[in-house]
């Protein structure tokens, strides 16, 4: 379905109280009233349904065998950004799905996000799966399946940081009076993403002080430095990192989507797109706490990533990303989801759905 909103819907928020902090509004979220995309499921497929369906589709995959899952006529299914038939890809590369599971359930728009540890081909890997509902049925699967980066070097393998449950931020249910709405938790996640691209460390995106990261079940934040190793942007706390201007080179941060607010939690699934042009420009730079910073990459490259956000009282607290890499430029299969802008894309003209 193509015709989406585009981050503007019925109503004006002027400024969302934030931490105690008024926020002007942001070009991706100036305008949000009743925020409900076109494009959701029905709604009527509550927390525990949800989570059933999600455990029904990994079922299916490892069995290489979807035939009992209830898929809606026309279900659709994207593995790392590619449309392929039900079933195809992980559905018959999966050998063996762990214990960890990760959830972002979202009941009143009939959708969920699902991280789970896999094996593919009986590699290690990471899994992702974000679902759209409609009476009941599936009517979208969307997966990136990633490899763990800790185990890149089979020299030296690192230690298993995800363990085999999420960590306690992602499964606690705040208390009905401390919790954001579903808008201002949305805004929040936007700061991380304008924040990053095109990073000088000149828009820090809304930290909680208790901030972490995992990407590909690796930390990228809070990581001691190793003894005679140079300091980089994961030896940072989430602040100091982007405040030090790390990241300059995710040049372009786009096809931003909501794809499930979980508001018992707090916890946001977001989609995105992050370019790396890698040109000359910034294949070296100096970090603002003087660190000199060389882009190894000289071609230009795409990662496509799910990305589960956790906000507490002061800001983003908990991050978990799955990515892998895709061809440059490449868009994603589905556009559904709350959709948000990016400065960059629409300097460069670049058209993120066709």
């Known amino acids: 379905m193509k015709s989406l909103v585009k981050g503007r819907l019925l109503g004006v928020v002027a400024a969302l109280l934030v931490g105690g902090v008024a926020l002007a509004p942001t070009p991706a979220l100036a305008q949000v009233g009743r925020v409900a995309p076109v494009n959701v499921g029905s709604g009527d497929c509550d927390r525990a349904c949800l989570i059933d369906l999600a455990e029904k589709v990994i079922a299916a995959m490892v069995a290489h065998d979807p035939s009992k899952l209830p898929l809606a006529k026309n279900a659709k299914y994207s ?195 992050f370019d790396h042009l890698n040109d000359e420009r910034i294949r070296t730079y100096t970090a603002n706490d003087g660190t000199p910073v060389r882009v190894n990459d000289t071609s230009p490259a795409t990662l496509n990533i799910h990305e589960a956000f956790q906000i507490d009282e002061e800001g983003i607290s908990q991050v978990e990303a799955i990515m892998t890499t895709v061809p440059y430029g490449m868009r994603p299969y589905f556009s559904t989801g709350f959709q948000m802008d990016s400065e960059q894309t629409r300097i460069d003209g670049f058209i993120e759905y066709e």
Request: with cysteine.
């Open 79 to 273: 593995e790392n950004g590619v449309e392929l038939p039900i079933p195809d890809g992980f559905f018959y590369n999966a050998t063996k799905a762990g214990t960890y599971r990760m959830y972002v359930v979202d009941p009143d728009w009939g959708s969920i996000g699902v991280f789970a540890k896999v094996e593919e081909n009986h590699v290690p890997s990471l899994l992702t799966t974000r679902l759209r509902v409609y009476n009941r049925q599936i009517v979208e699967i969307e997966s990136i399946v990633g490899k763990e980066f800790r185990t890149r070097d089979p020299n030296n393998i690192q230690p298993d940081v995800l363990g085999d449950a999420p960590r306690p931020e992602f499964t606690t249910i705040v208390p009905p009076e401390k919790r954001r709405s579903r808008e201002e938790l949305m805004k929040i996640v936007n700061t991380y993403f304008t924040g990053i691209e095109n990073n000088v460390g000149k828009k820090p995106p809304i930290f909680s002080s208790k901030c972490h990261r995992l990407e590909n079940g690796a930390a990228t934040s809070n990581v001691p430095v190793p003894p005679g190793g140079q300091r980089s942007s994961r030896n940072y706390t989430c602040i100091q990192g982007i405040a030090n201007g790390y990241h300059r080179n995710d040049n372009r941060l786009r096809n931003r989507r909501i794809m499930a607010v979980d508001v018992e939690r707090q916890v946001v699934l977001a989609a995105v797109y």
